[in-house]
């Protein structure tokens, strides 16, 4: 082969390889195209707000369902900033937000916790949920915003927190009431076994006595229900308060018991101070620490009460060496009138974790047990760093 000869052959080596990437290039670039056209129509169809902003805060992309959310055509938002549909109040706070976001860009709910608006292009404002992801593009980093309209889902909320309201009202009343006919019951059932005792034989004592004890447990039933009735009426007071002094007058409060069952508490961390309701708290350790004690079989039932400070919030804990809950019964146990067992057993009415769960979740913290049978419970609950100083 000559030199000429090579070169033809090499040539055309060269433009069929030319030739393949070419195709190569165009099936990718159909390929992409075909990605974005299912990507745009996926974007068009979706039922959530679709608002994709470059690093600056420009829009860049828009979808129909954000178009009608706001009352925007999508011209008129292309390259606005995207603090055009916020309200004006937060716009400022917004920008900062929004550089922030580029410091740690995740996927992540946008202002967790907080009730967050969307401004329409009349001006009016609808409750927004919103969720944020960091996108790359060939054109550079953007974010794209999942924008959802829950005006529906908060008219919902807003109804059933009436309607539990609502609820409250009737069993405050109903409670009420029944406490004056309860106590004629329990006196005359008291001056039955006093004063007619004798004339009756030892059936119709039995039946006197189980009359006094069944109005005794109804007006302890009637106590717990107006208590937790009245929790959840009144708006707990804001108070700073400094939760060793609370502790410390329910140790007393129980002192007798404590005394009785030689119980020994300790206390790893001193507690914090805290803007709570002060009954309330007195009330919630009240109740954690007499059913460490009730639920209780050891020689020395020991409590252990610790604290850590987590991001945000403390988490409480209190540890006893007691009987243990099966983990079947954990969840049920919190609600109202739950027990485990039979009143011969442990006495109660099985309101006090119910009464716990209210108290700590109106506070925005959480409660919730670890136990197993014969191994202790620890109690744990979250309380949020509110401002103490
Ligand atoms: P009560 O103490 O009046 O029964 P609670 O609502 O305080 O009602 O508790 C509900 C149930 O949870 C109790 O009846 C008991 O079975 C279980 N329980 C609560 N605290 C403990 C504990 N520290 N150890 C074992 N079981 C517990």
């Known amino acids: 082969m000559n030199d000429r000869e090579k070169t033809k052959e090499q040539l055309l080596a060269e433009i069929d390889l030319l030739r393949r990437r070419l195709a190569q290039a165009e099936e990718t670039e159909s390929t992409h195209r075909k990605a974005g056209l299912k990507f745009q129509r996926l974007l068009e169809v979706a039922p959530d707000g679709i608002i994709i902003v470059d690093r600056g805060g420009l829009i860049t992309l828009v979808n129909a369902q954000a178009e009608k959310l706001f009352g925007y055509l999508r011209e008129e938002l292309l390259g606005q900033p995207i603090e055009i549909l916020v309200p004006e109040r937060f716009r400022g706070a917004h920008v900062g937000h929004r550089e922030n976001y580029h410091t740690q860009p995740r996927t992540r709910p946008m202002g967790a916790g907080l009730d967050l608006a969307g401004r329409r292009k009349d001006g009016s404002e609808f409750p927004v949920e919103i969720s944020l992801s960091p996108i790359e593009t060939e054109e550079g980093a953007r974010v794209i915003s999942i924008v959802r309209d829950i005006t529906d889902k908060k008219g919902a909320e807003q109804k059933l927190r009436e309607k539990i309201r609502e609820m409250d009202d009737f069993v405050h009343v109903v409670s009420h009431d029944l406490k004056e006919p309860l106590r004629g019951i329990e006196a005359f059932a008291g001056f039955l076994a006093e004063d007619y005792a004798h004339l009756l034989d030892n059936e119709g004592r039995r039946y006197v006595q189980f009359l006094k004890s069944s109005a005794v447990r109804m007006k302890d039933l009637i106590h717990d229900l107006l208590t937790l009735a009245s929790i959840s009426r009144k708006a707990p007071a804001q108070q700073k308060i400094d939760l060793n002094q609370i502790f410390r007058k329910v140790e007393e409060d129980l002192s007798y018991t404590i005394e009785q069952k030689k119980v020994r508490i300790s206390r790893k961390h001193l507690l914090p101070t805290v803007v709570c309701d002060p009954t309330r708290m007195g009330e919630l350790f009240k109740n954690l620490l007499s059913n460490a004690i009730k639920f209780n079989m050891s020689s020395v039932p020991e409590i252990e009460i610790d604290l850590k400070e987590e991001k945000g919030f403390y988490l409480f804990s209190v540890k006893d060496n007691g009987i243990g809950i099966d983990p079947r019964y954990q969840a049920q146990i919190f609600g109202l009138f739950e027990r485990l067992h ?48």
């Not at 039979?342 to 979740?361: N, R």
């Open 342 to 389: 039979p009143q011969e057993e442990f006495e109660g009415t099985g309101a006090g974790l119910a009464i716990c769960k209210k108290i700590i979740e109106d506070c925005g913290g959480k409660i919730w047990v670890e136990s197993a049978p014969g191994k202790g419970s620890t109690f744990f609950f979250t309380l949020p760093q509110k401002d103490s100083r």
